[in-house]
Each structure stands twice: as structure tokens, then as C-alpha cells.
């Protein structure tokens, strides 16, 4: 059975003030992980899909990084609008999601 | 560039009536569309996956009867939760992945979602 384990479960950040996001995972055959981000009362945004192990994507504050057991959403000099819920989710035949890190950033 | 939309964006029903939500690429085609639930505080869980001209396929749990798919065209899906129930109530999302039968593009494009109250 696919799993995605996402840590922590919930963030607080200063403004300014880097960390990352961790999503472990298992899945045979993985054939992507996907990064969305969640504003309350929204659908997901689609951010980051990672293929292979060593794989990195950026995106303005935002850097997906994949191994053969986890990601890594690294965020760089956060703003109050990165301020959401942060869903990593693995696919084989469909998508698996993990239950997300609610990240908050204080002004 | 990959839209999806939603309509309604929120509806609310009296228990025992049919409920019908739409889901459209707006500006790509799909042969494969999903529908999701999310409760309060819980991550997403896939309902089934409805694919153009044929059957949708449903996840173990969920009732075919009480959730009805159409994927009509190669940019619209419907769901229908007929005789709805309180515990229907939740937030109902749908996705679509661009491209046609063949492609290898697998990236799900989320719609704005549908809250649903049954009272």
C-alpha cells in the first residue's frame, strides 16, 4: 500500500526565516511526486512534479528536491502569502496524498 | 494555462435531494478527470476516476449508485450525490490531467472545489 508521511504537521515561520517541509513516502513504481499548495476554502495549486531521485525544481522561494525515500520543500525567505497547507502526493495509479503541513508565516 | 472550474462553488440542500456539480478544463482537453472529498482538517481522498466515453471507476468504499459520474466531453465531468445525506456534507473537489489517451503527462490541475451542506 502507497504511503506519504508529510512532517511537520503544522510550521510557523517568521518572515525571513528558511526551512524545509519533509514528505517521506513509499510507493513501488513511482512514477512522480507532486508538491500543491492549499489556501483554506480552495483547491490545490499545483506546484512541483519530481520523476527521478536527485530531481530539483524551483520556483521563485519555493525548491523541491527528491530521494528515493523522501522530498524535501525547501522555502527560502518566506513571505506571509506562502502562508498555506503544503500537500506532497505520490502517484503509481493514482495519486496518494499526505495529510500536509500547515505552514504559517508571521509579518 | 491549465484551468479547471467549478459550479457551484458552495451549495446547500435538504436531505433526500440530488445534488449535480460540474467540472470543466477550460482551456485544455482531458480524457481522464478525478473527483476527491476532503473533510474538515483531513488531506484529500480520490472518490473515482471518470474517463471520457466510458465508465467511471470507483474507489473501494465509495457507492456508484449514490455518487453518479458522466464525463460527457473531453472537458466536462459531472458528479451527482443523489439523495443526499448530511454526512454528504464535505468539500468536493475535482482534477483533470491535459492531454489525450497516449500522453504521458500524469500532473492533476485541481478546480476551485464545491462545498456541499446538506441540512
Known amino acids: 500500500e502507497d504511503q506519504v508521511t508529510q512532517s511537520p504537521e503544522a510550521l510557523r515561520l517568521q518572515e525571513g526565516e528558511s526551512s524545509s517541509l519533509n514528505c517521506s513516502y513509499t510507493?513501488?513504481?513511482?512514477?512522480?511526486l507532486f508538491w500543491y499548495r492549499q489556501d483554506p476554502g480552495k483547491g490545490p495549486e499545483f506546484l512541483f512534479t519530481?520523476?527521478?531521485a536527485g530531481e530539483e525544481k524551483e520556483k521563485e522561494r519555493l525548491k523541491a528536491t527528491l530521494t528515493k525515500k523522501e522530498s524535501f520543500l525547501h522555502i527560502t525567505a518566506p513571505k506571509p502569502e506562502d502562508s498555506a497547507t503544503y500537500l506532497c502526493?505520490?502517484?503509481?495509479?493514482?495519486?496518494?496524498f499526505g495529510s500536509g503541513t500547515q505552514l504559517t508565516v508571521l509579518p | 494555462g491549465a484551468v479547471v472550474s467549478q459550479h457551484p462553488s458552495w451549495v446547500i440542500c435538504k436531505s433526500g435531494t440530488s445534488v449535480k456539480i460540474e467540472c470543466r478544463s477550460l482551456?485544455?482537453?482531458?480524457?481522464?478527470m478525478f473527483w476527491y472529498r476532503q473533510f474538515p482538517k483531513q488531506s484529500l481522498m480520490l472518490m473515482a476516476t471518470?474517463?471520457?466515453?466510458?465508465?467511471?471507476?470507483?474507489e473501494q468504499g465509495v457507492e456508484k449508485d449514490k455518487f453518479l459520474i458522466n464525463h460527457a466531453s473531453l472537458t466536462l465531468s459531472t458528479l451527482t450525490v443523489t439523495s443526499a445525506h448530511p454526512e454528504d456534507s464535505s468539500f468536493y473537489i475535482c482534477?483533470?490531467?491535459?492531454?489525450?489517451?497516449?500522453?504521458?503527462?500524469?500532473?492533476?490541475?485541481f478546480g476551485p472545489g464545491t462545498r456541499l451542506t446538506v441540512l
Open positions: 482534477s483533470a490531467v491535459p492531454g489525450l489517451a497516449g500522453d504521458h503527462t500524469d500532473t492533476q490541475y
Open positions: 510507493v513501488s513504481g513511482l512514477r512522480g
Open positions: 519530481l520523476y527521478s
Open positions: 502526493a505520490v502517484q503509481r495509479r493514482q495519486l496518494t
Open positions: 482551456d485544455f482537453q482531458a480524457t481522464t
Open positions: 471518470s474517463n471520457e466515453g466510458s465508465k467511471a471507476t470507483y
